[in-house]
């Protein structure tokens, strides 16, 4: 079924689930806990603090406003009856001086004034020096009154502001770690998974986590020791088989060294054929190998192909060396899997074989090409299978193992191996390794 776009965003890991479900549990609570606060502790006091400045607005007005020659405006016959200072009186024009277009309206508080003073008023407050309240009073709608609240600034929120910020802090980072404990099972079992995919039987894990995570680290357990029992029963009896076949071999090959002269031609067949079985049963033994190679290091592959077509002491095998970097292996696996490949190409080419190297930005590789016939391309991956030979085209000879160990060599080393045929005819094959690194 087809994704939408939204469904891209959200997360699918369940670390990734349990952190967003936490920081969205703990946003809600500190909405909620900063909507109460407001409401219930901030609301109430501003709403205190708006009746007492519309009680001391009233008595300003209620002997009503002496304007004469001692008081030429009305501004200043208000400023006179002010005491101590608590409030300042301001016209239009002095009012815009002092900033009173750099506050803020606030609206409930402007219904609240209204009420209070029975006219339409209008509250606005300003915090650049101190929190003032303006009020245009409807007795008088042409002059603005300033109220300083020294004792009350914008600092007295910050404790509640960082309250709700350190606690918001400390409950994603505590989610986080709860996430992140819950998840490591999970991770520790996932690295086994794939150790185990490789042929790598790890210690058991430890039963750490959840209940249900501790069930399916026992269970994973369990599977890893049987499957890890399998292997050695099955490598076991293969290496017995092997092992006393050849005993019966031995004996017909020094059978046939006695056979006289005039059956040499009998005698050579059947040396042939035993060298064909010993052949075969060296490939059962690589095959039932681990291959695990615990003495990975940087390998030159350049340095191994020259080894192998010396090696090979043919005039035939053409090379085309790149600039390659070192890769992340063993030396003896990869020149085992080079040997195999130029023994395919030797046996199902037409006398041409051609070895080239070179890297990318992850790794380095090489391709063996071969001028036989090819295989038929739905017949490339059935090719890795064990005891799985291509057709009649190929060939037949040989015990099907090849590919197979190749496979299993270059999988264990996280690396790639391909087929294809080529455009002039033949096979070419390229096997792909990661790059060196001193941390590998």
Same mark, same amino acid.
């Given at each position: 079924?087809k994704?939408?776009?939204?469904?891209?965003?959200?997360?699918?890991?369940?670390?990734?689930?349990?952190?967003?479900?936490?920081?969205?549990?703990?946003?809600?609570?500190?909405?909620v806990?900063?909507?109460?606060?407001?409401?219930?502790?901030?609301?109430?006091?501003?709403?205190?603090i708006?009746?007492?400045i519309?009680?001391?607005?009233?008595?300003?007005?209620?002997?009503? !406003? /002496?304007?004469g020659r001692?008081?030429?405006?009305?501004?200043?016959a208000?400023?006179?009856? *002010?005491?101590?200072?608590?409030?300042?009186?301001?016209?239009?024009?002095?009012?815009?001086?002092?900033?009173?277009?750099?506050?803020?309206?606030?609206?409930?508080?402007?219904s609240? %004034?209204?009420?209070?003073?029975?006219?339409?008023?209008?509250?606005?407050?300003?915090?650049?020096?101190?929190?003032?309240?303006?009020?245009?009073?409807?007795?008088?709608?042409?002059?603005?009154?300033?109220?300083?609240?020294?004792?009350?600034?914008?600092?007295?929120?910050?404790?509640?502001?960082?309250?709700? +910020?350190?606690?918001?802090?400390?409950?994603?980072?505590?989610?986080?770690?709860?996430?992140?404990?819950?998840?490591?099972?999970?991770?520790?079992?996932?690295?086994?998974?794939?150790?185990?995919?490789?042929?790598?039987?790890?210690?058991?894990?430890?039963?750490?986590?959840?209940?249900?995570?501790?069930?399916?680290?026992? @269970?994973?357990?369990?599977?890893?020791?049987?499957?890890?029992?399998?292997?050695? /029963?099955?490598?076991?009896? %293969?290496?017995?088989?092997?092992?006393?076949?050849? @005993?019966?071999?031995?004996? +017909?090959?020094?059978?046939?060294?006695?056979? =006289?002269?005039?059956?040499?031609?009998?005698?050579?067949?059947?040396?042939?054929?035993?060298?064909?079985?010993?052949?075969?049963?060296?490939?059962?033994?690589?095959y $039932?190998?681990?291959?695990?190679?615990?003495?990975?290091?940087?390998v030159?592959?350049?340095?191994?192909?020259?080894? *192998?077509?010396?090696?090979?002491n043919?005039?035939?095998?053409?090379?085309?060396?790149?600039?390659?970097c070192?890769?992340?292996?063993?030396?003896?696996?990869?020149?085992?899997?080079?040997?195999?490949?130029?023994?395919?190409?030797?046996?199902?080419?037409?006398?041409? +074989?051609?070895? =080239?190297?070179?890297?990318?930005?992850?790794?380095?590789?090489? $391709?063996?090409?071969?001028?036989?016939?090819?295989?038929?391309?739905?017949? !490339?991956?059935?090719?890795?299978?064990?005891?799985?030979?291509?057709?009649?085209?190929?060939? =037949?000879?040989?015990?099907?193992?090849?590919?197979? $160990?190749?496979?299993?060599?270059?999988?264990?080393?996280?690396?790639?191996?391909?087929?294809?045929?080529?455009?002039?005819?033949?096979?070419?094959?390229k096997?792909?390794?990661?790059?060196?690194?001193p941390?590998?």
């Amino acid at each position: 079924m087809k994704r939408r776009w939204w469904q891209y965003l959200l997360p699918r890991s369940a670390f990734s689930q349990t952190v967003t479900l936490i920081a969205c549990l703990l946003l809600i609570n500190q909405l909620v806990s900063y909507l109460t606060v407001t409401i219930y502790f901030i609301k109430p006091s501003y709403q205190q603090i708006n009746q007492l400045i519309a009680r001391q607005i009233n008595l300003l007005f209620a002997d009503g !406003v /002496d304007i004469g020659r001692e008081h030429l405006t009305l501004v200043d016959a208000l400023n006179a009856k *002010v005491h101590g200072g608590e409030m300042q009186i301001f016209n239009q024009k002095q009012a815009r001086e002092a900033g009173i277009d750099d506050t803020t309206y606030y609206g409930f508080l402007s219904s609240q %004034m209204s009420e209070y003073l029975g006219g339409a008023a209008e509250v606005r407050i300003s915090q650049h020096h101190g929190l003032q309240i303006w009020i245009k009073p409807p007795q008088a709608p042409s002059v603005w009154i300033q109220v300083p609240l020294d004792g009350w600034n914008e600092e007295a929120l910050s404790p509640l502001n960082l309250y709700l +910020i350190v606690i918001g802090a400390l409950s994603v980072a505590g989610g986080w770690w709860f996430a992140r404990q819950q998840n490591r099972p999970l991770r520790r079992l996932r690295h086994a998974a794939l150790g185990v995919s490789r042929g790598e039987y790890p210690a058991p894990l430890p039963l750490a986590g959840s209940s249900e995570i501790m069930e399916v680290t026992n @269970t994973f357990n369990q599977m890893a020791a049987s499957m890890k029992q399998l292997e050695q /029963d099955r490598a076991l009896l %293969m290496a017995g088989i092997s092992h006393d076949l050849r @005993t019966p071999l031995t004996r +017909i090959r020094l059978a046939s060294e006695m056979m =006289s002269e005039q059956d040499a031609y009998l005698r050579d067949g059947i040396v042939n054929d035993i060298e064909d079985m010993d052949a075969i049963i060296n490939q059962f033994i690589a095959y $039932i190998r681990n291959d695990r190679q615990q003495d990975r290091s940087a390998v030159d592959i350049n340095a191994i192909i020259q080894e *192998v077509a010396h090696a090979e002491n043919r005039t035939d095998i053409a090379l085309q060396l790149g600039d390659c970097c070192q890769v992340n292996a063993s030396a003896v696996a990869i020149k085992r899997v080079l040997s195999n490949l130029v023994e395919n190409a030797r046996r199902y080419g037409n006398g041409w +074989i051609q070895i =080239s190297s070179g890297s990318d930005e992850d790794g380095g590789y090489f $391709i063996v090409e071969d001028n036989g016939p090819g295989i038929p391309p739905e017949q !490339v991956e059935q090719l890795f299978q064990p005891f799985t030979q291509g057709d009649t085209a190929r060939g =037949s000879m040989g015990s099907g193992l090849g590919l197979a $160990i190749i496979r299993r060599i270059v999988a264990r080393h996280q690396g790639r191996v391909e087929l294809s045929n080529r455009p002039q005819g033949g096979l070419c094959a390229k096997v792909w390794l990661p790059q060196w690194a001193p941390a590998s």
